[in-house]
């Protein structure tokens, strides 16, 4: 054989290569090693739940307003009756200072075109003594969805409900014949304010509403009740079915509206303590609810109509038990 062949199995010396091929092994368990579990998205930097947080915190240190809903119709986040609202709009922000709505701040944008609407807000708000703050447009724009504040926002502190056994108290005191109105499945917070205003007209001494599926008294509603949420209390049940029955067990007769009720109003006697229970247009009474009633009562109707409004209701059957009162 050659000389310079090599026995095979021997050990090369030398060669062209300056060392042994690191393998991939210590690569490959090196990336299976655990890095730990995943930061919360607060924590890291770059995530949108991040940067809002960061936001949030920053516009509380500087004592700006960090997002309460808007009182328009447009949410400027999740729904939180014990946050503050915000109500947008030139309109909306004069309607409820004129109704003499609760509020604790009139925010203005900086460059702001006045008009008279403005000019009216600002001057109530000074007389009721509430705080008028400057501030950049683009706090204003984070608490609408769609930038339309039109430069000024109310903000309105959150409704304080009374407790069931203090509205039975209050109309226990009272000089006048006991006459509450309890709201089931009202989701829409103008008939809500609408139904405040009828109690508050017909001698009427409060409203019950259940704490879950249920409007509640928020800025639409004080406006829409022109004012009389400021003098009515509305109290707020865990459970609207349990508090009924126990108002039942107190004396109360428990009347729920419906259109195909078993007495009609004309043949309704109201001169006993009262609970008048009104159901939406489209679900009515829930099932619970109507089986806690003493009776369900229907308003006669003489044209083509199969149904009233829930707060139209109310108040035809309110205004004739106030008829009957006075008689």
């Known amino acids: 054989m050659a000389g310079n062949s090599q026995r095979r199995g021997a050990i090369r010396k030398g060669g062209t290569k300056k060392g042994a091929v690191v393998g991939s092994g210590g690569q490959r368990r090196r990336g299976l090693e655990a890095r730990g579990a995943t930061p919360p998205a607060v924590e890291r930097t ?19 307003p960090t997002g309460p809903r808007g009182a328009t119709g447009r949410a400027a986040g999740r729904k939180n009756d014990d946050a503050p ?9 004069v ?22 609407r403005l000019t009216e807000s600002v001057q109530m708000a000074a007389d009721a003594g509430i705080s008028i703050l400057e501030v950049p ?6 608490l609408s969805a769609n930038g339309l504040h039109q430069g000024v ?30 709201l089931d499945n009202i989701t829409d917070p103008r008939n809500l304010g609408a139904v405040i205003r009828s109690v508050a007209a017909f001698g009427g001494q409060g409203v019950l509403i259940p704490q879950r599926r249920s409007a ?96 139209v209701a109310a108040g035809v059957v309110l205004s004739e038990i106030a008829r009957q009162r006075r008689v």
Not at 168 to 178: G, H, I, M, T, Y
Request: proline share 6%.
């Open 85 to 93: 609202e915000m109500v947008l709009g030139r309109n909306p922000v």
């Open 95 to 116: 309607e409820c200072l004129r109704a003499g709505v609760p509020a604790t701040a009139l925010y203005v944008a900086v460059g702001t075109e006045n008009d008279e």
């Open 216 to 311: 509640s008294v928020s800025a639409v509603a004080w406006r829409t009740s022109a004012g009389a949420a400021a003098r009515l209390p509305v109290a707020r049940a865990t459970n609207l079915t349990r508090t009924l029955k126990d108002w039942a067990a107190q004396g109360f007769q428990i009347v729920g509206l419906d259109a195909g009720g078993d007495t009609t109003l004309d043949d309704f006697d109201g001169s006993d303590p009262t609970v008048i229970v009104v159901g939406s247009e489209g679900k009515g009474l829930s099932r619970l609810v109507r089986e806690t009633c003493d009776s369900i009562l229907g308003i006669p109707m003489s044209g083509p109509v199969e149904s009233l409004n829930a707060s």
């Open 46 to 64: 770059k995530h949108p739940a991040s940067k809002r947080a960061a936001a949030k915190a920053k516009a509380e240190a500087k004592g700006r």
């Open 137 to 142: 447009r683009s706090d204003l724009d984070r």
């Open 153 to 182: 926002g109310l903000q309105v502190p959150p409704y304080r409900y009374s407790h069931p056994d203090d509205l039975l108290a209050r109309v226990r005191d009272s000089a006048e014949p006991a006459l509450l109105v309890a």
